[in-house]
């Protein structure tokens, strides 16, 4: 448990829970896709989310591990809203299936949780042939927004509530290849970091919420995108870094937050009234803050927004 509770402008800390920022919300009405539904952050979220009331979709790689989250949750929150569907955010094609089925399904969506992902791996190429951290953290979810986009667009103009959609970064997103994104370089095995290739992905989280931000308020659309960090939390995700897995379930519960507080800024961002028309922005412990130039460049959000459609466009 994060034991440093210093509140900031939001009245919340690093320390406060998922179910604390939620708390008095009402969900009820309220559809959400959660990616990585099945563990972690993603499983608490959909709890929280269940638990105030919203219609939650689990967007899930493997769906027995969702069924087996579902009837935890439902046994807990009898009264929870649960789907399952499966996604596979390293491939094009789950993402384009996943998608037309939803649309197809006749769901509104108010809310979209781009929360799974994956975590300085050794290199691999996805099932697009794309190196596999930008493919799963960043370029799956950029497609899946887009092709959601409409839907959740017409929910909006129909139930007359904002729209949100949040996208989990880090701040690994402070430590990228010096270039920020190697356009030129995605593939390239020889001088891949695993280090580094993460800070890359999480860097494009934040350019791609800021550049769909700015879109959206041209278009006068009210749907707001944010970024954030979860904090540093003790999951799976440095699974391909045994050393580092053991050092920090060693320590972890000393230094590190557990899921209930790792999930609360995303939960925040998602439900809380503060947040209402607040978009662009990038946050860390249920409050704004402030990510590197690099993030901020519009620029740069700009060439990857083109970079990722090129990649996506079906060829």
Same mark, same amino acid.
């Not at 099945?38 to 939650?56: P, Y």
């Not at 094009?92 to 969506?109: H, M, T």
């Not at 879109?215 to 970024?227: C, F, H, P, S, Y």
């Given at each position: 448990?994060?034991?440093?509770?210093?509140?900031?402008?939001?009245?919340?800390?690093?320390?406060?829970?998922?179910?604390?920022?939620?708390?008095?919300?009402?969900?009820?009405?309220?559809?959400?896709?959660?990616?990585? !539904?099945?563990?972690?952050?993603?499983?608490?979220?959909?709890?929280?989310?269940?638990?105030?009331?919203?219609?939650?979709?689990? !967007?899930?790689?493997?769906?027995?591990?969702?069924?087996?989250?579902?009837?935890?949750?439902?046994?807990?929150?009898?009264?929870?809203?649960?789907?399952?569907?499966?996604?596979?955010? #390293?491939?094009?094609?789950?993402?384009?299936?996943?998608? #037309?089925?939803?649309?197809?399904?006749?769901?509104?969506?108010?809310?979209?949780?781009?929360?799974?992902?994956?975590?300085?791996?050794?290199?691999?190429?996805?099932?697009?042939?794309?190196?596999? *951290?930008?493919?799963?953290?960043?370029?799956?979810?950029?497609?899946?927004?887009?092709?959601?986009?409409?839907?959740?667009?017409?929910?909006?103009?129909?139930?007359?509530?904002?729209?949100?959609?949040?996208?989990?970064?880090?701040? !690994?997103?402070?430590?990228?290849?010096?270039?920020?994104?190697?356009?030129?370089?995605?593939?390239?095995?020889?001088?891949?970091?695993?280090?580094?290739?993460?800070?890359?992905?999480?860097?494009?989280?934040?350019?791609?919420?800021?550049?769909?931000?700015?879109?959206?308020?041209?278009?006068?659309?009210?749907?707001?995108?944010?970024?954030?960090?979860?904090?540093?939390?003790?999951?799976?995700?440095?699974?391909?870094?045994?050393?580092?897995?053991?050092? !920090?379930?060693?320590?972890?519960?000393?230094?590190?937050?557990?899921?209930?507080?790792?999930?609360?800024?995303?939960?925040?961002?998602?439900?809380?009234? *503060?947040?209402?028309?607040?978009?662009?922005?990038?946050?860390?412990?249920?409050?704004?803050?402030?990510?590197?130039?690099?993030?901020?460049?519009?620029?740069?959000?700009?060439?990857?927004?083109?970079?990722?459609?090129?990649?996506?466009?079906?060829?």
């Amino acid at each position: 448990m994060w034991i440093f509770g210093w509140k900031g402008p939001s009245g919340f800390s690093a320390r406060s829970t998922a179910e604390e920022v939620t708390q008095g919300i009402d969900g009820t009405g309220l559809t959400a896709i959660v990616t990585g !539904a099945s563990s972690g952050l993603g499983e608490e979220t959909t709890r929280v989310f269940a638990l105030r009331g919203v219609h939650v979709i689990m !967007a899930v790689r493997n769906l027995d591990a969702g069924r087996k989250v579902k009837d935890e949750i439902t046994k807990e929150i009898p009264s929870a809203k649960i789907d399952i569907m499966e996604l596979d955010l #390293s491939s094009l094609e789950s993402v384009r299936k996943f998608a #037309s089925d939803y649309k197809s399904s006749g769901l509104p969506l108010n809310l979209l949780i781009n929360n799974a992902g994956v975590m300085a791996t050794p290199f691999m190429l996805s099932k697009d042939n794309i190196e596999l *951290q930008f493919a799963t953290n960043h370029l799956g979810h950029f497609l899946l927004t887009n092709l959601l986009l409409e839907t959740m667009k017409k929910t909006v103009l129909e139930s007359g509530r904002e729209g949100r959609i949040v996208i989990l970064s880090s701040e !690994a997103h402070r430590f990228p290849y010096k270039e920020g994104i190697r356009f030129d370089k995605i593939n390239e095995e020889s001088s891949y970091s695993s280090i580094y290739a993460y800070g890359q992905s999480k860097l494009a989280n934040i350019l791609h919420a800021n550049e769909l931000s700015m879109r959206l308020k041209a278009e006068g659309i009210d749907i707001t995108v944010n970024a954030l960090h979860p904090g540093s939390i003790i999951t799976n995700l440095l699974r391909h870094h045994s050393i580092l897995n053991t050092v !920090a379930n060693a320590v972890g519960k000393f230094v590190l937050k557990n899921v209930q507080q790792g999930a609360s800024t995303q939960c925040y961002v998602a439900l809380h009234p *503060q947040v209402k028309g607040v978009s662009g922005e990038y946050f860390v412990d249920n409050n704004k803050s402030n990510p590197t130039t690099l993030a901020k460049d519009a620029e740069l959000a700009k060439k990857l927004w083109d970079f990722s459609l090129s990649l996506t466009n079906p060829k």
